[in-house]
DNA sequence: GTTACTGCAAACTTTTTGCACGACA
DNA sequence: TGTCGTGCAAAAAGTTTGCAGTAAC
């Protein structure tokens, strides 16, 4: 499958679980979803919020964070907390992350790459671990070359 | 070495460290420094005001942040972002992390329960990856038992 | 006696919420 | 047409900053 269906793909999963809910297909929240289907990134609200603003000029970021808390609840996405602002991660499949410490950006690793991690004893005694996420922290290399401080 | 010789060594660390910048140890950078040192859990801003209020009843919020950066900025602590609150973790060796998905608690997982992972060229190729950490994300036990919702 | 640090207050940022109007089904 | 969603504005919550007085060295 190439790039560009599968975009469309999760495209139309994130409208059709909203459907299924019951909730109404907003202009709005079409091109909120529209801008999280295709980041490859994980924008955090004010950036979808600019983003999608250039095809719907009147959208407010009120829409955008309710719209993004409506996916989250349904675990169609993910919130990641990061320094500053709050990011979403529009995949939710097994994956890892690379966090730059200067700039916050996060990049995604494939769950392929990284060797899988056993939960321990220790952590089963603490609760129920739902998820594994690997964190790689760094500095990116845009940040290295001395980018924005 | 046990764990009260194990905090005050901390606690030396922390001090020596400011003062080795030129920095002036004030009764309120040092309880604030003596709170981090005995702290097991990873508590928030808040948490440490509260509790060093209890000792220094005039000291501000402001000024817990302001040391909490200054331990920061020089690596003896570590900012973790979490939903909600910052969280600080006196313990820079490496560990991982158990994160509550409700209540956002953050609790330690020894690195010798945890296979270690190797970085991929994938993330290499990324930036620098400085330290590596896992992130297992669940529930709670009290929060399994119907804590506060 | 300097200079840095503190506390206060206010500013700022991110996120949430109440309300009246407008749009989806 | 009825209800849900939107935009606006204001409110919360967390964090940072400017300033004048105070304390460390």
Redesign the interface.
Known sequence: MDRASAIQQRERAFAEALKADGLRMTHQRLEVIRELARATHHPGADDIHRAVRERVPTISLDTVYRTLAALAARGLIE?I???GA?RFDPNVSGHHH?V??RCGRV?D??AG???P???????AR????????????????D??AGGPH
């Open positions: 919130r907390a990061a320094p709050a690379f730059c410490m990049e690793l494939d790459d990284v060797a991690v056993a939960v321990p004893p220790e952590a603490l609760g129920t671990v739902t998820f594994v996420r690997v964190e790689m922290t760094g500095l990116c290399n940040c290295a």
